[in-house]
């Protein structure tokens, strides 16, 4: 490929090759304080592609792929780089990781100890996480937790935090001093903005965690709070994760000591500041 | 950087020992590409390497084990769904190398789940496929009308529970082909396993491999198929090979499989087999038609490989008609 630059986020290392300069330079940018993927051999390649010659030029149109593709996986505009190759990392890892249990949810650390948030798109994932981390925890990822089937330990994935829509002022109000990327208008979420993880996330980036808590919030509902059953907590699970069938055996056990070890609880929220009180409480009773 | 980074490494792993940074980078990407990470992984199993390739050998392995774990469980539903029929089953390919723990299994990617059923028998197999779960994956009337005239197979099938694919072969090349290996002898002289399914002689398993390879398609993975044949040749040899691949009109099929195989994995064919004709580096050149992103490369021989693989599919008049009608209704190959 023309252009190429290479990173490690966690434990997770990626060569990302591209037929354009400029988004390689922003993931250059964005990424600057990533260390190498570990003996320089990345885990995963993503690709970032024009699907004719041509196109580079006219109507540029960058097209995902990588290790592992899915078809009919729509391109976007050239200036929207950045967020494709964030999918193309996403994308590598939804499919083709096998090392750990790839959980659907965002993570913070306290003390050693993990929390972990899991929900769809919109339930506040990112936001809380960022937040969080404004209050002095260890952002570990907004995206996804790696739980390690050998040790039951977490694995943060802090890439840049993806904000989008009404999260970014708030986020940008907590976080004054905090680098962000462009902000893309008219992607497939909406407006959308990076936020580069603070010093402390990534130098701590391979430091595993003990799960302590999972949090399922609903944003957009009146403040309420249930403690789940572990059943309940591993079927959602289950459907949050994008390699537990594959993972078999392993993920099953890997599951099933997560549920069975860290207490679990869904919140619904109407804003951010009742949430962080609900997360914040609920973690100091434990 | 092309395939025989690959090629060289399962041939002789130990040669994987100069590689640096770039160099794993571009083996892991093209092995990955060619669906042969889980036997390069076995290949390299105990040799010293780079923590970061070894981690990503170490799960491909695992992949490949659970991949395993679930066709040979895919062709026990099979064996279930057809066994009040009476109908004698063929495992093929990746499948039948992991039921009967052949020396191409080790990590091998298995990927649908091909069996071989005799032509006359074909109706209730289907009937009985149908019942048991499997649902048509093309829905066109044009293209089921197409497999089912002039096709080795039924339609694709897919299971709807388990999501698997079954492709059930009454015949080894498609009717259309000038060559017609004969299915019914593959079936009678095939050896049962200890749960009643069925595998190819060796032989047979050799001369569908190269039948797939050679006389069929257009070579893509042609990389994987090349090193089941080593194997199947390293492990049973040639004996009678070359009488059989005459009797399914195959011979041409295998001898350039077996140079090639010589070619680029070292395979041991005896002398009078290993000529090099003069399209066997076109062909060599689109085996390892891979870039160090583990992309497709060589345009134009791949194009070429493509369009070869229509002409000997079918005569030109019906290649015509056939690529009209898909034209119409907006296909287009992929690439």
Known sequence: ??????????????????????????IEHLYRDYPQPDDGIPDFNVHLFAARPWRRFARPSVHIGGDFVIPDAAPLPLSMGLLAAEMGMNLQMALGQRRYLLLHASAAERDGKALLMSGISGAGKSTLAALLMARGWRLMGDEFALVDPATGLVHGFPRLVSLKNEALPVVAAALPDARFGAVMEGTPKGTLRHLVPDARAIAAMTEPATPALLIFPRFGFEGAERQMMPSETFVRLTQASTNYTNLAERGFDAL????????????????????????????SAL | MNGALLTRALRDPASTATLDAAGWTALLAIARAEQLIGTLAHRLDGLPKPAAARRVLEDAMASAEQGRIVALWEAEMARRALAGTG????????????????????????????????????????????????????????????????????????????????????????????????????????????????????????????????????????????????????????????????????LAAMRRATRQAHHHYGTEIPASWQGWDSLDPLYARRLLARDGWGRQSRKLTRMAFYIRSHAIRMPPAMLARHLWTKYRKGYRPVG
């Open chain 1, 1 to 26: 490929m023309r252009h190429s630059t290479r990173l490690r986020i966690g434990p997770i290392g990626f060569r990302i090759g591209c037929d354009w300069r400029a988004p390689i330079d922003e």
């Open chain 1, 256 to 283: 099933t000591r997560l549920v069975q070890t860290v207490p679990s609880h869904a919140i619904d929220y109407p804003d951010t500041d009742t949430a962080i009180a609900q997360v914040e409480r609920i973690w």
């Open chain 2, 87 to 250: 109908i004698p089953i063929v495992l093929l390919k990746g499948t039948a190398f992991a039921a009967a723990g052949l020396s191409p299994s080790p990590g091998r990617q298995i990927g649908d789940l091909d069996i071989l059923v005799p032509r006359d028998r074909i109706d209730d197999a289907e009937a009985a496929i149908l019942a048991s779960g499997w649902e048509w994956v093309k829905p066109d009337p044009y293209d089921d009308a197409y497999y089912r005239q002039w096709m080795h197979e039924l339609p694709p099938l897919i299971h709807r529970e388990r999501d698997r694919m079954i492709d059930v072969h009454h015949t080894i090349l498609p009717l259309t082909a000038t060559i017609t290996p004969d299915a019914a002898a593959m079936l009678k002289d095939s050896e049962p396993l200890e749960n009643g399914l069925r595998i190819l002689n060796p032989n047979d398993m050799l001369c569908h491999a190269a039948a797939h390879l050679f006389a069929d398609g257009d070579l893509a993975g042609g990389l994987r198929n090349l090193w089941d044949i080593h194997c199947l040749i390293e492990e049973f040899g040639m004996d009678g090979l070359e009488a059989r691949a005459r009797h399914h009109g195959l």
